[in-house]
């Protein structure tokens, strides 16, 4: 499976994203810098790690959304490429308007870094079909800015799409997000943006593995279109 990881200044979980996609892959993942205009050729993968971009200026994942290489991402999206963003990426995703919605500050107003308890609402997709549908797993969130906000008919339309991928599971919603909403899903199904990293849960000595079978899902997909 061929990857890239978008490296915009600020951004500080890529490391933890570029060990997640060796371990399921054996390869190593492209590191492009956001002033590139033009990704690799014959990708299966495109990643927006985590961190603060541009330091969060404006909104969160504003600026990135507006980097040269973005204009590249939105293309393969729409090409079909999946693409997956994670936390500040997951933000930069909505904020390009490849995700609707918006990432607001959290309701407490303060940073929170902790361990949630994630429910996957749909295990259909190319990024999650090796979890069982509604399976709860431990996943760690990091964020300021995670509390997922959009219109009810927009809402009413991810739940009614199957777009709802993750969901906050048994009171432990660290941030206000409507709905409970973790993750969601763009219309054609190859864009996945969620505030939880589940690059940081691939390894026992991370204490779990439960975010392993999200890039196992991803590179078993891309390895069937391969075949």
């Not at 060796?22 to 810098?33: L, N, R, S, Y």
């Not at 107003?109 to 999650?128: H, S």
């Not at 906000?149 to 009413?156: G, M, Q, S, W, Y």
Request: aromatic share 6%; net charge negative; glycine share 8%.
């Amino acid at each position: 499976m061929k990857s890239a990881v978008i490296l915009f200044p600020g951004t500080n979980r890529e490391r933890d994203m570029i060990a997640a996609l060796k371990k399921v892959t054996d390869a190593e993942p492209a590191i492009v810098w956001h002033a590139k205009t033009a990704l690799p050729d014959g990708l299966d993968l495109i990643v927006l790690p985590g961190g603060f971009s541009y330091g969060d200026y404006l909104r969160a994942g504003a600026i990135s959304a507006r980097s040269p290489i973005m204009r590249d991402v939105v293309h393969r999206a729409e090409a079909g490429v999946p693409v997956l963003g994670v936390c500040n990426g997951f933000q930069a995703l909505c904020e390009a308007g490849l995700l609707p919605g918006v990432l607001m500050r959290n309701a407490s107003l303060k940073f929170v870094c902790r361990e949630v308890r994630l429910e996957i609402v749909n295990a259909q997709t190319a990024f999650t079909h090796l979890y069982r549908p509604s399976q709860v797993i431990r996943c760690p969130v990091a964020h300021h800015d995670g509390n997922y906000f959009a219109d009810e008919a927009t809402l009413d339309r991810l739940e009614a799409e199957s777009r709802v991928v993750f969901r906050y599971a048994q009171g432990s919603n660290p941030n206000g997000s409507q709905r409970d909403i973790a993750g969601i899903i763009n219309e054609a199904g190859n864009v996945l943006g969620m505030m939880p990293h589940p690059e940081d849960l691939t390894d026992p000595l991370h204490g779990s593995t439960d975010g392993l079978a999200l890039f196992q899902s991803i590179a078993t997909t891309a390895q069937e279109k391969a075949a």
